[in-house]
C-alpha cells in the first residue's frame, strides 16, 4: 500500500476554544499512528504549529508547503520531514493539495476557508475525488453548514455539493471517517 497523505487545511491562530487545539493536537498524533503523511501550510504557529509538533512527536512523515512571504509570519517549520517554500499562495495550495490523498479542515479563519472552497470547487467540477471531511468542533462550522445550504435552497449549487463535504465532530470521528477511506 502506497503513502496515504491527509492535507490539514487550519487556522495560523489557535482561536478562543482550547477545544481547537485539542483536537488539532489529536489530528496530529492519529495522523502519525494511523501512518498517515501530514501535508499542511508549514507554519508553527496556531493550529498549524499544533498539529505538526503533535504529528512529529508521535514519529509521523511531515510535508510543509509555505510561501516566501510567510516564512517569518507564519514562522515556517524547518524541520519537518518535507519543507517546501514556493512562490505564491497558489502554488502553495497547488501543492499542497495535489500531494494528498484526503483533506481534513478544522478551524480556522479566511485562509481556511479559501483552501476548503478551492478543494470543494476542484470536486465539484469533477477535478478529483479526494474525501473532505470538515471536523466541528464545538459547532465551529456550523454557521458555514448552515450558508452553504441556503446556497443550495436559493438554487446557486446542486444539492450535490453538499455530499463533497463530510462533516465530523471531533479529531476520533475524522480518524474513523480517513480509516473508511483508505481501507
Given at each position: 500500500m502506497s503513502l496515504k497523505s491527509v492535507c490539514v487545511y487550519c487556522g495560523s491562530r489557535a482561536g478562543v476554544d482550547p477545544a481547537y487545539a485539542t483536537d488539532a493536537h489529536e489530528i496530529g498524533v492519529a495522523l502519525a499512528e494511523n501512518g498517515w503523511r501530514l501535508v499542511y501550510g508549514a507554519g508553527d504557529v496556531g493550529l498549524m504549529g499544533t498539529v505538526a509538533r503533535a504529528a512529529q512527536d508521535a514519529g509521523g512523515n511531515t510535508f510543509g508547503v509555505i510561501p516566501q512571504h510567510l516564512v517569518d509570519w507564519e514562522v515556517g517549520k524547518t524541520d519537518l520531514t518535507t519543507y517546501i517554500v514556493t512562490e505564491t499562495m497558489h502554488e502553495r495550495k497547488k501543492v499542497m493539495f495535489m500531494n494528498c490523498d484526503a483533506v481534513v479542515v478544522l478551524p480556522g479563519g479566511a485562509g481556511s476557508l479559501d483552501e476548503l472552497f478551492?478543494?470543494?470547487?476542484?470536486?465539484q467540477l469533477g477535478l478529483h475525488e479526494k474525501p473532505i471531511y470538515l471536523l466541528n468542533t464545538n459547532d465551529y462550522w456550523d454557521k458555514l453548514i448552515s450558508l452553504m445550504n441556503h446556497?443550495?435552497?436559493?438554487?446557486?449549487a446542486d444539492a450535490s455539493l453538499l455530499d463533497y463535504i463530510t462533516v465530523?465532530?471531533?479529531?476520533?470521528?475524522?480518524?474513523?471517517?480517513?480509516r473508511d477511506a483508505f481501507s
Open positions: 478551492e478543494a470543494l470547487t476542484w470536486r446556497v443550495v435552497t436559493q438554487g446557486f465530523v465532530p471531533d479529531a476520533e470521528a475524522a480518524t474513523l471517517a480517513l
